[in-house]
């Protein structure tokens, strides 16, 4: 099983609502990752967990909170999100951080949009 | 975090003609991944460099990474339609290129 698994596919938000997106893998990898992307740019990191630990936070703003509450789950807890936060969420997931082996699965993605 | 650019930002190639795209920094690397996106897709890897002067091919995919690391190419043999797509080079996996958005028209 290689795949990562995102919910839900789609989330629409007030800006004063608290909302969560959750995240799955089951392949036994212990670095997960959020990745913010909006329409034609690239990825941009957000998070990095390793063995369930956060070891990076890309000065996102605390309005986005992370939790890996094991190794398979992780989770984006939302809260007073702005307009300019509507983007797609995605997850991805990879053996180890800065390991060996680098490669990232990535899951479909959240599209949230923020009213 | 690591800013690397590519070029071009969008290629237009007919079906059966060559296409590259090139991934460019101001610092040495110490490795360098590939991705595509399809149109409504997910990033799925294609490839991770490590070693100056690398290279590595996939099927029509060949992927060099320069002698002084501190740029990278991905070159296609004879398009096809189902290489349409957003191809991303990315600096320790984590910090993705600007992207080179691939049309092939039938």
């Known amino acids: 099983d290689t795949e990562v698994t995102q919910t839900p596919k789609h989330l629409v938000m007030g800006m004063t609502n608290k909302k969560s997106l959750k995240c799955e893998q089951h392949?036994?990898?212990?670095?997960m990752y959020w990745y913010k992307q909006k329409a034609k740019k690239p990825p941009e990191l957000m998070f990095v967990?390793?063995?369930?630990?956060?070891?990076i936070n890309e000065s996102v703003p605390s309005r986005f909170s992370p939790e890996c509450p094991n190794s398979s789950l992780l989770n984006l807890h939302l809260h007073a999100l702005q307009p300019e936060d509507s983007a797609l969420y995605l997850c991805?997931?990879?053996?180890?951080?800065?390991?060996?082996?680098?490669?990232?699965?990535f899951g479909p993605g959240t599209r949230l949009t923020v009213t | 975090g690591q800013q690397v650019m590519q070029i071009p930002q969008y290629q237009h190639v007919q079906e059966g003609e060559d296409f590259t795209t090139y991934c460019n920094s101001s610092?040495?690397?110490?490795?360098i991944q590939w991705y595509k996106q399809r149109p409504g897709g997910h990033p799925v890897f294609l490839i991770q460099?490590?070693?100056?002067?690398e290279v590595k091919k996939q099927k029509r995919l060949t992927f060099q990474f320069g002698e002084a690391k501190k740029n990278s190419s991905l070159h296609i043999t004879a398009t096809q339609t189902t290489d349409v797509g957003t191809y991303f080079c990315a600096v320790d996996n984590l910090f993705f290129g600007t992207g080179t958005r691939l049309t092939v028209i039938p």
């Open positions: 967990y390793s063995y369930e630990k956060l070891s």
């Open positions: 392949m036994g990898h212990r670095a």
């Open positions: 610092t040495t690397l110490s490795n």
């Open positions: 991805a997931s990879s053996q180890v951080f800065r390991g060996e082996t680098y490669e990232q699965y």
């Open positions: 460099l490590v070693k100056s002067g």
